[in-house]
């Protein structure tokens, strides 16, 4: 049996590629959509950090070893949180909240997998994995975070007037907690819905485009559809309930949340 080697682009070849980048930023100036400047930064931005981690993670792949790979899962997991908090921007102590939710969703879920060896404990094996874990927990944490921030803002009245019914701070919040959470698994589960049958998923063109045979690739993406599903709601859930208690003092009075939008926060 041979194996096919899979034909990777060459740096001509990335460069090449940014024929496709002119396009599009020639498309947003034509249509004076007024983000020609910000696709190009990006772009470029882009490049470089791509550059820069395919650096440092050679090093780390080469002389580090297992802590080396857990050590760069944690500080993605820190970039993460401060990213997912922007979405929050306006609730008390919104980047912490973000923060802990990530790092629940992505450290349970990771170490079930290296517990049970479902994944190698190889660093080359435990970053890429880390990071689509932290990835779709930072993304289901900022959905949440700025649903209970955008409740705790229109549906005020709403909650005082359950508190004032004798309800606790946790069943007052309750309905827009569910809300929030609804909102933030949405997506995920309806990609889980459609997998395969829209688009090839990340992790299993990656390993087809390498060589490996279709039915070995389906099962390690299988496994990656379930962590993200769980590293999702497991994030999601733990922010939004961090972010609760946040928004109530100790005498269970609701709190003021800023105004603040988060696309203004992230400027």
Excluded: N
Excluded at 9 to 28: D, E, F, N, Q, R
Excluded at 51 to 62: E, S, Y
Aim: glycine share 10%; net charge positive; hydrophobic share 55%.
């Amino acid at each position: 049996m041979t194996t096919t080697v899979a034909h990777v682009p060459t740096w001509l070849g990335v460069a090449a590629s940014l024929l496709l980048v002119a396009l599009a930023a020639g498309i947003a100036y034509r249509q004076q959509l007024g983000l020609t400047r910000e696709l190009l930064i990006a772009a470029a931005r882009g490049g470089v950090q791509l550059i820069a981690v395919g650096a440092i993670l050679l090093v780390l792949f080469r002389h580090t070893g297992l802590p080396g790979g857990l050590a760069w899962v944690v500080l993605m997991i820190v970039v993460a949180g401060q990213v997912a908090g922007r979405r929050g921007a306006g609730l008390p102590h919104a980047v912490q909240a973000a923060t802990l939710g990530v790092a629940f969703g992505s450290v349970l879920t990771l170490g079930v997998l290296l517990l049970l060896r479902v994944i190698s404990t190889e660093a080359r094996v435990v970053v890429p994995v880390g990071g689509m874990i932290v990835s779709g927990a930072m993304q289901a944490t900022g959905v949440a975070l700025r649903r209970v921030r955008e409740d705790a803002i229109a549906a005020r009245p709403q909650v005082e007037a359950r508190l004032c019914l004798g309800l606790p701070a946790g069943e007052a919040f309750l309905p827009y907690r569910r809300s929030a959470l609804r909102t933030a698994l949405v997506p995920v589960i309806d990609s889980t819905k459609v997998v395969g049958l829209i688009s090839l998923p990340g992790a299993m063109t990656g390993l087809i485009l390498a060589g490996v045979d279709p039915l070995v690739a389906i099962r390690y993406q299988i496994v990656v559809m379930y962590m993200l599903l769980s590293a999702a709601a497991l994030a999601a859930l733990a922010a939004a309930r961090i972010a609760e208690r946040r928004l109530f003092d100790d005498a269970q009075r609701l709190v003021a949340v800023d105004l603040e939008t988060p696309s203004a926060a992230e400027h």
